[in-house]
T-cell receptor
Framework: RKEVEQDPGPFNVPEGATVAFNCTYS??????FFWYRQDCRKEPKLLMS???SGNEDGRFTAQLNRASQYISLLIRDSKLSDSATYLC?????????????FGSGTRLQVQP | DVKVTQSSRYLVKRTGEKVFLECVQD?????MFWYRQDPGLGLRLIYF???????EKGDIPEGYSVSREKKERFSLILESASTNQTSMYLC?????????????FGPGTRLTVL
């Protein structure tokens, strides 16, 4: 079983739609969670951290469910510029928590 | 802004060649990482370093070695390149803190081994 699993998509949604991605992780002791965004042929960049109480940044909302070991990302009022691959990321416990494990990513395509 | 640079955006090498990929960061980060990214497999950690001259194996170290002689520079070496090492190579750096922190990535090197 992969440490971090995501639906690869693609999710094709119209502009203005609300879209949600889920991600599951296998190690219940994981402590730090993130969503990264990767544009086509570009490097990944941090989108937001995911906190236990849930957090929001503009149109983006991240949630953590420790009991079920999943993380979600909700994007409201989708823009064309949101088209990208979204990577679910969890800290690794075997590296002094320095390293991260990346999911394979969920591709989002927002259409006009 | 943190800046992570990689020596080449595109590289074409022949089987058996020794290949050096260089990564430099300008924010005095302790940790540096090398990943490869392949379709459907995501980012896989090859090696990382948490201090000068220190290195730790990641998930797929076979066929690779690394060097960190200066804090700002982390090199990935393919001792004898093979076709299955054709991939996108990404370098990243981060600070050390009590927990995992943001990693900043370089633009990547797309390596093709013929």
């Amino acid at each position: 079983r992969k440490e971090v699993e995501q639906d690869p998509g693609p999710f094709n949604v119209p502009e203005g739609a609300t879209v949600a991605f889920n991600c599951t992780y296998s190690n219940s002791a994981s402590q730090s969670f993130f969503w990264y965004r990767q544009d086509c042929r570009k490097e990944p960049k941090l989108l937001m951290s995911v906190y236990s109480s849930g957090n929001e940044d503009g149109r983006f909302t991240a949630q953590l469910n420790r009991a079920s070991q999943y993380i979600s990302l909700l994007i409201r009022d989708s823009k064309l510029s949101d088209s990208a691959t979204y990577l679910c990321v969890v800290n690794r416990l075997d590296t002094g928590r320095r390293a991260l494990t990346f999911g394979s990513g969920t591709r989002l395509q927002v259409q006009p | 802004d943190v800046k992570v640079t990689q020596s080449s955006r595109y590289l074409v090498k022949r089987t058996g060649e020794k290949v050096f990929l260089e990564c430099v960061q300008d924010m005095d980060h302790e940790n540096m990482f090398w990943y490869r990214q392949d379709p459907g497999l995501g980012l896989r950690l090859i090696y990382f370093s948490y201090d000068v001259k220190m290195k730790e194996k990641g998930d797929i170290p076979e066929g690779y070695s690394v060097s960190r002689e200066k804090k700002e520079r982390f090199s990935l070496i393919l001792e004898s390149a093979s076709t299955n090492q054709t991939s996108m190579y990404l370098c990243a750096s981060s600070l050390t803190s009590g927990g995992a922190v943001e990693q900043f990535f370089g633009p990547g090197t797309r390596l093709t081994v013929l």
